[in-house]
């Protein structure tokens, strides 16, 4: 079966972190690129990284830049979004999918992408 599911997601006080994962299955992951978004209510969908399949192009949203980490394990099939010095302001749905291009501000869904996992950011 074809899919991505992410995982990870959960409650964390402002300057936690959290790890989010993204396994991939049903397709040859190391030639796609895949991207994380997250979407708050009443807010639009937001790019917030990218990764190409092989690992060695990474790109951030200037919002997460510098406390976000995003990275692949090739042989587990997942991408996993570190995510550090979280804020109030990150609290969303994050979901994986991949990605028609590797630029965070413009890249979308290419039609494959994972059920999302929330991340609630709050004292």
């Known amino acids: 079966q074809v899919q991505l599911v992410e995982s990870g997601g959960g409650l964390v006080q402002p300057g936690g972190s959290l790890r989010l994962s993204c396994a991939a299955s049903?397709?040859?992951?190391?030639?796609?690129?895949i991207g994380w978004f997250r979407q708050a209510p009443g807010k639009e969908r937001e790019g917030v990284s990218c990764?190409?399949?092989?690992?060695?192009?990474?790109r951030y949203s200037d919002s997460v830049k510098g406390r976000f980490t995003i990275s692949m394990d090739n042989a587990k099939k997942t991408v996993y979004l570190q995510m550090n010095s979280l804020k109030s302001e990150d609290t969303a749905v994050y979901f994986c999918?991949?990605?028609?291009?590797?630029?965070?501000?413009?890249?979308?869904?290419?039609?494959?992408w994972g059920q999302g996992t929330q991340v609630t950011v709050s004292s």
């Open positions: 999918a991949t990605v028609d291009n590797l630029e965070v501000a413009t890249m979308s869904p290419t039609g494959l």
């Open positions: 990764i190409l399949g092989t690992g060695a192009y990474t």
């Open positions: 049903g397709f040859t992951f190391d030639l796609y690129a």
